[in-house]
């Protein structure tokens, strides 16, 4: 039975994430994570290569051991076993999760803010603030995204809340109201 893609993230992420946490280098193993993942980012075509039938195992092999030379043992024993298990296309989502994981652990929330104009600074942390109070966390991280569509009003989405206070979505519920 083949496992979907968030089970295997699920499953490895939390696997790595509770073997980081053992051995005290989860800090290190976040910095490692997401140093592969913006490499990941630069360079897609880095998984096709890896899982493409038509690249020899030794070239792959070369190009893992390059990627690992300055890679801590916990990140090199991952990256080796994610290749030999033919889950390397997975490493993505597993270093999702394990962010996902941490920011539970360090109580941070990421939020993507949206509003129709940019916001200064002193809007972004008073925002942050009032969302912590709201759900509980120490940290609150804001992706903010200016969309002129909502006329005023901000638009506040973590994994777990949407708080929609937009003057687009009142018009809208005022137009529901107005057609009953």
Not at 83 to 104: K, P, Q, S, T, V
């Amino acid at each position: 039975m083949a496992l979907d893609r968030q089970t295997v993230a699920k499953r490895y992420g939390q696997a790595l994430f509770e073997v980081a946490q053992a051995k005290g280098v989860r800090n290190e193993t976040l910095a490692e994570l997401n140093q592969i993942k913006q490499a990941l980012d630069a360079e897609p075509e880095f998984i096709t290569f890896m899982t493409s039938p038509s690249i020899k195992h030794e070239d792959k092999l070369a190009i893992l051991k390059q990627i690992t030379d300055e890679a801590s043992e916990l990140t090199t024993n991952l990256l080796n076993m994610l290749y030999d298990y033919g889950r390397i296309f997975n490493l993505e989502d597993i270093i999702d999760e394990f962010n996902r994981l941490n920011d539970e652990f360090e109580k941070v929330v990421r939020v993507k803010v949206t509003t129709a104009i940019e916001l200064d600074e002193d809007q972004k942390a008073k925002l942050a603030t009032s969302f912590a109070n709201v759900v509980g966390a120490e940290k609150v991280l804001i992706d903010p995204v200016v969309d002129p569509d909502i006329i005023g009003g901000v638009i506040m989405q973590s994994a777990s809340v949407v708080y929609d206070g937009s003057i687009k979505s009142k018009i809208e519920g005022i137009k529901r109201l107005l057609l009953q």
